[in-house]
């Protein structure tokens, strides 16, 4: 068990550019889910897969955002043309199942300058 | 959606000294975690506890699932605890739902 991996760890990009990032997960849990985290608040819910079928996204996931997760196994999170609102850290958890605890990992930090 | 409201939101002790998180929420969970978030951002699995009482060495915590509350309790406290706290909860298929969070800071 390797735990839960995020790539980058930090990304520092110029407002109106795209940015993607990558999250994989534990190898055998199904679910996968991205969070958003800004400055002195707890992590807010963007979207999660059980395996590669998206079931659920927050009303925080603008058009702008989209996230795939095409074999059932590693995830990515693109933002198209990147708002300083955007800057905050990407958090990226899985779990086996509903009933079960999550595993996050390290977080991507985006700045949006 | 399920609310969840963590006290106190800022704490300062004085390293060996023990304290307690409180955590209530506004719906019966299936799932409650209790999270430490270090200065790098980690946010790092403390206990997964929807109900009961665990224990991990100087920290544990207690679920009351049916009065809506949990409780963190970090004894003997060394400044490597210093981080923020969430608590976490969902019910079902509905996403992680976290607290703001209770800030700690423990100093020498």
């Known amino acids: 068990d390797t735990g839960v991996s995020q790539d980058p760890r930090h990304k520092i990009t110029k407002r109106g550019q795209n940015v993607t990032f990558r999250c994989d997960p534990i190898?055998?849990?199904?679910?996968l889910y991205w969070y958003r985290q800004t400055l002195g608040q707890g992590p807010e819910f963007l979207t999660y897969f059980q395996n590669e079928a998206q079931l659920e996204k927050s009303r925080l996931l603008s058009d702008r955002f989209s996230a795939e997760r095409p074999k059932g196994s590693f995830s990515t999170l693109e933002i198209q043309r990147t708002e300083q609102g955007d800057s905050a850290m990407y958090l990226c958890a899985s779990s086996l199942g509903t009933w079960d605890g999550r595993t996050f990992g390290p977080g991507t930090r985006l700045t949006v300058t | 959606g399920i609310q969840v409201e963590q006290s106190p939101p800022d704490l300062i002790l004085q390293e060996g000294a023990n304290s307690t998180l409180r955590c209530n929420f506004s719906?019966?969970?299936?799932?409650l975690q209790w999270f430490h978030q270090n200065p790098w951002g980690q946010l790092i699995n403390l206990f997964y506890i929807p109900s009961g009482t665990k224990q991990n060495g100087r920290l544990s915590a207690t679920t009351v699932a049916t009065e809506r509350y949990s409780l963190l309790y970090i004894s003997s406290s060394q400044t490597t605890d210093s981080g923020v706290y969430f608590c976490?909860?969902?019910?079902?298929?509905?996403?992680?739902?976290f607290g703001k969070g209770t800030r700690l800071s423990v100093i020498a």
């Open positions: 190898s055998e849990h199904n679910r």
């Open positions: 719906d019966s969970v299936n799932n």
């Open positions: 976490a909860v969902n019910s079902g298929n509905t996403p992680l739902v």
